[in-house]
Structure formats: C-alpha cells, structure tokens
C-alpha cells in the first residue's frame, strides 16, 4: 500500500454562513504529482492554507509528512516547500541573493548557501541570469526563481498554487517539465492546484476534482472516464460501409448487432452519430474488427475510446453529475 504524505480527513473550513471546503477527505501518496482542479473559488487556496498551517480548520484534521498542521505548523513548513501564483522576491535584490537569503532563513550557513542557490539556479534554467535584479525578470523566471526559492530547503512537498499563471506557453512547457523531472530525481511529492485542465492532464499521475468547496472525483484520468462514460467496463467505437457490397455483388443481410452476440464481453451496443459504440468488459477490439469482416462488413473505422480530462470535466460541471 504506498505511503501517504498529505491526509485530509473530513477537513472543513467555514466563515460565518459560508462553507469554503466542505468535508473534505483526501490522501495524497509520496512521489507522486497529484492534481487539484476546480474553478477559481472552488476552495482549493484555503485547502492550502490549512495544509500550510496557515488558517485552522473548524473542523476535521489534516497532515503533512505524518504531523499535524494545525498544532505544528512550523514543523510542517520545515518539509513543505510553497509557490504561490504571484511570487514575492526583493526587486533590487539580484536571484542570487534572493536564494541566498532564503537559505539563510531556513538555517543554512552562508557558504554553504551560495554554493547550493547556484546549483539550483542552474537547474532551473536561470544560470546566466544570477546577477540580474529580479525586477527585470519575466514571470516565467520569477517561477523559475520561485521554484528554486523552494527547492532550497530540499523539501519533501512541494504545493504549488497555479504556478503557470501569466507565463507563456513555451514557458508553461518548460516549468511543467522542469517540475516532473525534479520530481523524478529526487522523489518529491507534488501537489499541483490548477483550473488549467491541459497542465493537469499533462503532468498528473492523479486527479481531484474540486467545486463549491466539496471533492466531487479522484483518481487517474483512465479510472474516472471508465466511472462516468463506460461504468467500469471498456468502449469500442465501430463504422461500417452500409451501402457496402460484397465480392459477388450481394448486400450483406445480416442484422449488425447479431454477428457480435458470440462475443461474450460485449454487454451494449448503441448507434450514435453513425456510429456504433460498443460496451464490453475487457478490451475484445480485435474480435469486433474479425467479426465485422467476417461477416462481410466493410469496417471503416475502430476505435477504443478515451475520454480526456476535458471531457470527464464537463460532464461534472456541465451534465449535472454534482454529488
């Protein structure tokens, strides 16, 4: 069973009348990118703040890396590393110096402080902009230079709060990259809040979904398409060439649906658009496409769908499906 490093357990804020996350349950494993999507509003900010230790719940507990936010926040900042949407940096300070004396902060003697900021600036891409005043930096490097910012205590966690937001998009290429390669070397625990569902789908191993305060979904992409479009069971797109005539001239004559009855697996058959769509328990692609031609259909299109996290997005927010 792997390893939790973020615990929500039936975690709530509220302000007055207003329930800004509602009840919310959620474990976030070690190693991996976990994405948390909603629009804005949805309450993701606040469900960091009380990660952070940085507004306490009403009710409900949460941890991060096994200890307790709300009664030791300074503990869980010590393994947390945060980047907000808008990162903070001295202006007339250069990035070095920023890096410097945020190390120096967390406990890192000056020495030893230069030589690890310079590492990381070069990991980041900003090696030829050390010197430079970060005033004079694009957002795409006051990113960069916020993810070295936190990368400097050599956390265990880090959260980021839509970080790509206002950075172009060959920089947005780039920072996502960046992020699942650091991951990858160093084995850090990302938890990414966004309402950009492309970055999400691009770099999540996992998904929450998120809306008026409450977790409507969580799981990969492939689990929560299976759990909305096909029930659990796998979806076959077939097209056939009606007008289609055999080799001697003759129309076949028999009923579509009929020649795929020997196939066990498959448990629906519908027509949609022209096409029809196939539910069946285990992937049998190949024995739809050997049925079809068998039987002397002229099969003009198969396609195991996949539905995107744009779709399953929808389908929540505008099919209706809020639980």
Not at 107 to 118: R, T, Y
Not at 210 to 220: Q, R, S, T
Not at 225 to 244: A, C, N, P, R
Not at 247 to 259: A, L, R
Request: aromatic residues 8%; charged residues 25%; proline residues 3%.
């Amino acid at each position: 069973m792997a390893e939790s490093i973020i615990e929500m357990v039936n975690l709530t804020k509220k302000y007055g009348d207003f329930t800004a996350v509602n009840a919310l349950d959620l474990s976030i494993e070690k190693g991996e990118i976990f994405g948390l999507l909603g629009p804005n509003g949805a309450g993701k900010s606040t469900s960091i703040l009380m990660m952070l230790g940085l507004t306490e719940p009403t009710s409900g507990e949460v941890r991060v890396c096994g200890i307790n936010s709300t009664t030791h926040p300074i503990e869980v900042k010590k393994r947390v590393g945060y980047l907000p949407e808008d990162v903070g940096f001295y202006d007339d300070w250069t990035g070095l110096e920023n890096l410097v004396y945020t190390a120096m902060l967390n406990g890192i003697i000056k020495s030893e402080a230069v030589d690890k900021a310079k590492i990381l600036l070069n990991r980041v891409g900003l090696s030829d902009e050390i010197n430079k005043k970060t005033g004079k930096y694009s957002k795409g490097m006051r990113q960069r230079l916020g993810l070295a910012d936190v990368l400097i205590k050599t956390p265990e966690v880090i959260i980021l709060d839509e970080p790509t937001s206002g950075i172009d998009p060959k920089g947005v290429q780039d920072f996502l990259k960046l992020i699942a390669e650091l991951r990858d070397e160093h084995g850090i625990s990302v938890l990414f809040s966004s309402h950009n569902l492309h970055q999400v789908q691009q770099i999540c191993d996992r998904v929450g979904i998120f809306v008026e305060g409450k977790l409507l979904a969580e799981g990969d992409i492939k689990s929560l398409s299976e759990k909305l479009f096909t029930h659990g069971m796998y979806l076959v797109e077939v097209g056939i060439d009606s007008s289609f005539r055999s080799k001697n001239g003759e129309i076949p004559i028999t009923n579509f649906e009929d020649i795929l009855t020997p196939i066990e697996q498959i448990k629906m058959i519908s027509k949609n658009e022209g096409f029809y769509q196939i539910e069946c328990s285990s992937d049998v692609s190949a024995e739809i496409a050997k049925a079809v031609v068998d039987n002397g259909f002229k099969l003009n299109y198969l396609n195991r769908k996949e539905y995107g996290l744009d779709a399953i997005y929808n389908r929540y927010f505008e099919g209706g499906t809020k639980q």
